[in-house]
């Protein structure tokens, strides 16, 4: 039976850059899958392109297929990615480029996948009804209305097939949800069609496993992080998927990680919310529904997976404009540090209390007393630890009320003995965006495939 093998060579922007050419050349894959998308990420590129039109794409993706195309076409392995981001037109542009620089253009066709972008388009929805309340919280759009500055539709794999078929052997696109970058390559090569649910949810799955790099092959193992062989090299993910949907997950050949059931499992469970209906904009995955175990040495077979038709809707990630924030670190290492900790911040918060200033109210951690789990921290014979970083955080939607709070913060050095700042200057102020989920009836959302 025919089988196909995608690698997972990326799985966030700021991975390892040296992994998916290290797939390609040992790991016998037909494709290479790269993540780049992250909620934030996507709000960062949309500040890059607001800066330079031809910007707000993640531009690591040239580096990488510089390393990688040669070998990639030798190969005969095709690549899939969504570094477009909010840009994905401009990114194909600047890839086609590459591949020019190398001497490449008769051997490689780059396809661009656009339209997820809706920031333009929000004043035509909500004239067709679309409420674009907040899918979580159930606050109305007026809350935000003007102030969202990315929103983005997380589009499946349909766009991928069609790019598949007119020849790619690049497809780039923006906010193409993570696991439906493998299953248009698998789509594309069973010929699976877009109702076939069981086979759907199977390359959801396949997908789902490769999309965060080697957090599969013990890289976030949380059960045996101390039991990962050579982490230093640890190994990047490759599933194997037939065409009845049966996957086996490996990594690269002669790599350091560790792929077992354990660690299958924990990136299977990995932002799924309800297991029995994992929504996707191809299909909705029952992921209580497969067997995972272990049959070979670092390869796990699953299989059985089932699945049942996507909603009618797409998940929107929206970001909009929320004031400004500022936040500073101060170690404290003397005898009575979280004393003096907590002295300094009675000082700072007294001090910038008495400016009067439109603030949001001023939040501490002291960092190693406890700040995540409460106070669990190893004694010192007084009882406490010796050394605290004292974390003040501050909100505002006035920057100048902000700046004037920064620069009063600088008078903790008028307070308690011990400390040193952890920072270079004074706190730098950095505009907040804040999270904005929805949801838009997917036939409004028009995507397009462009062939370059």
């Not at 390393?67 to 194909?92: H, Q, S, W, Y």
């Not at 307070?415 to 409004?444: D, F, H, M």
Request: charged share 25%.
């Amino acid at each position: 039976m025919k089988r196909v093998r995608v690698g997972g060579g990326l799985g966030y922007w700021g991975d390892d850059t040296t992994a998916p050419g290290r797939l390609v050349r040992t790991g016998r894959i037909d494709y290479l899958v790269m993540d780049f998308l992250a909620e934030v990420t996507m709000s960062v590129l949309q500040k890059q392109r607001q800066r330079d039109p031809s910007k707000g794409y993640a531009s690591d993706v040239l580096d990488i297929l510089r390393d990688v195309l040669p070998d990639a076409v030798a190969n005969g392995t095709k690549i899939i990615c969504n570094a477009g981001g909010v840009n994905p037109l401009a990114c194909a542009q600047e890839i086609q480029r590459v591949a020019d620089a190398l001497d490449l253009r008769d051997q490689v066709k780059v396809v661009a996948v656009v339209g997820d972008d809706l920031l333009l388009r929000l004043d035509e929805l909500r004239s067709a009804g679309v409420p674009l309340s907040n899918s979580e919280t159930g606050e109305g759009y007026d809350v935000v209305a003007g102030r969202l500055s990315n929103a983005n539709a997380y589009i499946g794999a349909e766009p991928v097939v069609e790019a598949l078929q007119l020849g790619a052997t690049i497809v780039v696109g923006g906010r193409i949800a993570d696991p439906s970058l493998t299953l248009g390559a698998l789509r594309y090569e069973f010929g699976w069609q877009a109702d076939e649910w069981d086979r759907l949810a199977a390359g959801i799955v396949a997908g789902h496993l490769a999309e965060c790099g080697a957090h599969v092959t013990g890289g976030n193992h949380q059960a045996g992080w101390d039991q990962v062989p050579d982490m230093v090299n640890i190994g990047f993910p490759i599933v194997e998927v037939d065409a009845d949907g049966r996957i086996e997950l490996s990594k690269e050949p002669g790599s350091g990680g560790l792929v077992d059931e354990q660690t299958a499992i924990e990136q299977l469970l990995y932002e799924i919310g309800d297991p029995r209906t994992y929504l996707t904009p191809d299909v909705t995955v029952d992921f209580t529904s497969f067997t995972v175990r272990r049959v070979g040495p670092d390869l796990v077979e699953v299989d059985g997976v089932r699945g049942t038709p996507a909603p009618a809707t797409l998940k929107v990630s929206a970001a909009y404009t929320d004031g400004f924030s500022a936040s500073a670190l101060y170690l404290y290492s003397a005898p009575h540090a979280p004393a003096r900790a907590r002295k300094a911040f009675e000082v700072i918060s007294g001090r910038i209390d008495r400016l009067g200033l439109d603030l949001d109210p001023i939040h501490s951690d002291l960092i190693g007393l406890g700040a995540v789990h409460g106070r669990r921290t190893p004694a010192t014979s007084e009882g406490e630890p010796s050394e605290v970083v004292l974390r003040v955080a501050m909100r505002s939607q006035s920057r100048a009320d902000l700046q004037r709070a920064v620069t009063e913060m600088s008078t903790v050095f008028h307070g308690p003995p011990g400390k040193t700042n952890l920072q270079t200057g004074r706190a730098r102020i950095s505009q907040t965006l804040s999270y904005w989920p929805t949801l838009v009836p997917r036939e409004l959302v028009k995507v397009e495939v462009i062939a370059l």
